[in-house]
């Protein structure tokens, strides 16, 4: 569910929550992203009423929309935030975010990295590698610290997902395998005297449209935290990473509270608190981008629509061959065309969408792309040197500029040309 709604009589316009998306372009420009604060809230809401029979903390992946509006959203609800970066967490600091509910992922945190979270505080690491586990205590007792810790295990579960988004398979570079994890926490717990081993982490992958996988991966979990009982070690938390998918097209995508159910009745005798890490499922139908056509062409064998939004604004089709729904912003009674979306950058793998049937759009119009609020801005560039489109969060009846659209100057910003590069060199 989401409030991104058409109104009106013959020509019905697409609204977000109480604002016409033609005025937001109109008055920002495009491309611009177009996220509602009623949405956001609903969604974290849903997630966090999910598991409100069990002890749990909602950790907002940063890594899907890390505008400091939207992480401020999270945080006013008593969200926490998963990190994969120190520019994660400078972001997640001045959002106001709260560090005793972050948690730290990634398989190659640096040690500059590792010692910025320790000096925040923040609640704990999920560790990717022995080194890693070695590092944090190196730095921690460095600085006269403890790190919470959490060994992020692989519990080879397939979640039928894109293969660029499965994370928790034998053959993917993510986690510690079962064995050698148990055998870290042992020698941790014995060698490493600066770490709090306060819980065990899993993360299996990103859009899964079904529990199963999670519940798999839920039972070795279980039997992993046994093993570590029988060691006497009790970790006090489980983390289970995000992935709960979202509908794009016709996935039917579980509700949160199925997903509670089901790993509540896994859980509730084990004395733990559950963490969740969710991106997608939070901020994905929560965002779309409105794009102007700027000219429309018939190629001999295909028709493109070309969109003043590319690749650069929004990757995801181009990089996973992923589908975004797309719909006029004026909705009037037109014959269909069926096209290829496609933006100005210059390569033949930037598309918005390929082969669609839409209405048929003319230069000037709008287009919104739904279902575009999360892994869209946060993975655009500046590639062809396009300025970085703006985002606006709409409350209501107002909306809000939350990021500004760049200027060509933001996009020199650091590049130097020094005049000793260029001198002639004198003749010898
Ligand atoms: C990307 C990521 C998430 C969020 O995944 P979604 O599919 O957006 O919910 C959570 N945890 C980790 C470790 C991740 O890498």
Do not use: W
Not at 2 to 18: N, P, Q, S, T
Not at 129 to 153: T, Y
Not at 349 to 377: H, Q, T, W
């Amino acid at each position: 569910m989401h409030y991104f709604d058409y109104k009106g009589g013959a020509k019905k316009r697409l609204y977000a929550e109480g604002v016409s998306v033609k005025r937001i372009a109109k008055e920002v420009g495009t491309p611009v992203f177009i996220y509602s604060h009623k949405t956001l809230t609903r969604h974290f809401n849903a997630f966090d009423t999910a598991f409100a029979d069990a002890p749990h903390l909602i950790c907002f992946s940063v890594k899907a929309n890390s505008n400091l509006a939207v992480l401020k959203t999270f945080s006013t609800l008593g969200g926490g935030f998963d990190i994969v970066s120190g520019g994660e967490l400078f972001r997640v600091v001045k959002a106001g975010g709260d560090m005793k509910k972050v948690v730290f992922s990634g398989v190659g945190k640096t040690e500059e990295e590792i010692e910025f979270a320790i000096k925040k505080r923040i609640l704990m690491f999920n560790v990717e590698s022995p080194q890693e586990l070695r590092l944090i205590n190196k730095v921690a007792k460095r600085l006269k610290k403890r790190a919470g810790i959490a060994i992020r295990i692989n519990p080879d579960v397939d979640p039928k997902t894109h293969p660029y988004i499965s994370t928790g398979l034998k053959k993917n570079k993510f986690g510690i395998e079962r064995k050698e994890a148990l055998r870290e926490y042992a020698y941790a717990r014995k060698n490493l005297a600066n770490l709090d081993l306060l819980g065990v982490d899993c993360h299996i992958g990103s859009q899964l449209t079904s529990i199963k996988p999670f519940i798999d991966a839920l039972k070795k979990v279980k039997t992993f935290v046994g093993d570590l009982r029988a060691q006497g070690i009790d970790p006090g938390y489980i983390n289970m990473g995000g992935g709960l998918g979202i509908t794009y097209e016709d996935e039917t995508a579980p509700h949160p509270s199925k997903y509670g159910e089901a790993v509540i009745k896994e859980t509730k005798d084990l004395g733990v608190t559950l963490i969740f890490e969710p991106g997608r499922n939070i901020v994905g139908n929560a965002g779309i981008l409105a794009t102007r056509v700027t000219y429309t062409k018939k190629g001999s064998v295909k028709n493109f629509i070309i969109a003043d939004a590319g690749m650069n604004d929004l990757p995801r089709p181009s990089l996973y061959g992923s589908y975004h729904g797309i719909e006029p912003v004026v909705k009037e009674r037109r014959g269909t065309v069926t096209a290829d979306i496609v933006g100005p950058i210059c390569e033949t793998g930037d598309f918005i969408a390929r082969d669609r049937k839409i209405k048929k759009v003319n230069p000037g119009e709008l287009l919104a792309v739904m279902s575009a609020g999360a892994y869209c801005y946060t993975m655009s560039s500046n590639y062809n040197s396009r300025p970085r489109a703006a985002e606006v969060m709409v409350k209501g009846k107002d909306y809000y500029v939350v990021k500004k659209r760049e200027k060509p100057a933001d996009l020199i910003e650091g590049e130097v040309m020094p005049n000793a590069l260029f001198k002639k060199s004198k003749k010898r």
